[in-house]
């Protein structure tokens, strides 16, 4: 028996949960990212629903069995009784100390600049950016939880909710998927996390490998809803996280980064990066771990929205280049 959702049948086309399909000649679980969204917060929104009758019952049987023992208890017994303040528990996100720095999306996006465009695909809605959309490879390297914390400049440095940030990154050989050769078919490595009421975007991925002429780093996107993630005309902020060497120089000991120990040391210093040199002080991530175990990082990200954003030209040419041969610490420099 097959698992794929079926569609319902109505006058208005093919529908599945009362909503019509944008792309009836497509399967259900093939109609791209902001169905996808659509259809999870449907359900969550049914599932808090569900959850508050619950609670609801659950606190009047609470109130109930209360008021009863309440009225055996003494008024000496209420006084000798200690209580505790209720702490807030609520993550407060890390104000950015400026507006992120513009920069190229690279040669290799997929957002559509140059043609490819992977935020249409199902299923690129996700934390965990290690493997293929459809399943198949998966990027080893060492482990690394990263996460973005989104604050809206424009609206008093509060937490960028609903916001959407896309990442992508080479895998430890300094591959891209969807481009460098070899791998053109995979999409490992690519990524979409809406910001939370805390203004976090979190995402599962591996410590990059370091190629030929740029610094180590990770690409991201911010767009204002995740509705809109699926053309690069709506981003309002394009920007690359940066490294510290020093546990750079820890990871590329290991035999899965062959070539990126030497393609670091060519590079020399941040100053000499054609994108870091003008300064990392926004842009440098703040990382914990080690090699044995995995990374944490984070960086805070300031999105100002009453500025206007543009996507940098790769380097392959204007909106992001031209598609790849190759590339990787052992071939020519994939780029931007």
């Known amino acids: 028996m097959s698992n794929t959702p079926e569609p319902d049948d109505t006058p208005q086309g093919p529908s599945y949960e009362g909503r019509v399909l944008p792309r009836p000649a497509d399967e259900v679980v093939d109609q791209g990212a902001g169905f996808d969204v659509a259809t999870m917060v449907s359900r969550r929104r049914v599932l808090t629903l569900l959850g508050l009758g619950v ?16 009225s055996s208890t003494s008024a000496a ?26 920069e190229t999306n690279g040669p290799y996006p997929a957002d559509g600049a140059n043609g490819v465009n992977v935020l249409e695909e199902s299923g690129i809605v996700r934390s965990d950016i290690r493997s293929s959309l459809d399943g198949g490879t998966t990027a080893e390297g060492v482990p690394l939880t990263f996460t973005f914390s989104v604050t809206d400049i424009a609206g008093g440095d509060v937490p960028f909710e609903g ?7 080479c895998d430890a050989q300094g591959l891209y998927s969807m481009y460098s050769e070899g791998v053109e078919d995979e999409t490992f490595l690519r990524g979409i996390q809406v910001v939370d009421a805390n203004g976090e975007a979190t995402f599962q991925t591996i410590v990059p490998g370091c190629y030929t002429g740029r610094w180590t780093h990770i690409h991201f996107e911010v767009y204002p809803d995740v509705a809109s993630a699926t ?42 990066d054609n994108v870091f040199s003008d300064g990392t002080e926004l842009q440098m991530g703040t990382f914990s771990g080690d090699t044995s175990s995995r990374y944490v990082g984070t960086l805070a990200v300031g999105v100002d929205t009453d500025t206007a954003p543009g ?18 610490p052992g071939n020519r420099s994939p780029g931007n």
């Open 55 to 70: 609670g609801a019952a659950t606190l009047a049987a609470c109130a109930a069995t209360t008021d009863s023992s309440a």
């Open 77 to 102: 017994t209420t006084e000798s009784t200690p209580t505790t303040e209720a702490t807030d528990s609520t993550t407060t996100t890390t104000a950015a100390a400026g507006e992120i720095p513009e």
């Open 163 to 169: 916001a959407a940030v896309y990442v992508w990154h």
């Open 231 to 272: 053309d690069v005309a709506n981003v309002i902020a394009t920007s690359q996280v940066a490294f510290p060497e020093e546990m750079l120089n820890a990871v590329y000991e290991l035999d899965a980064y062959s070539g990126s120990a030497q393609n670091l040391a060519q590079i020399g210093s941040l100053a000499n």
């Open 311 to 328: 996507v940098s030209a790769g380097a392959g040419g204007a909106g992001g280049g031209q598609p790849p041969s190759g590339g990787g």
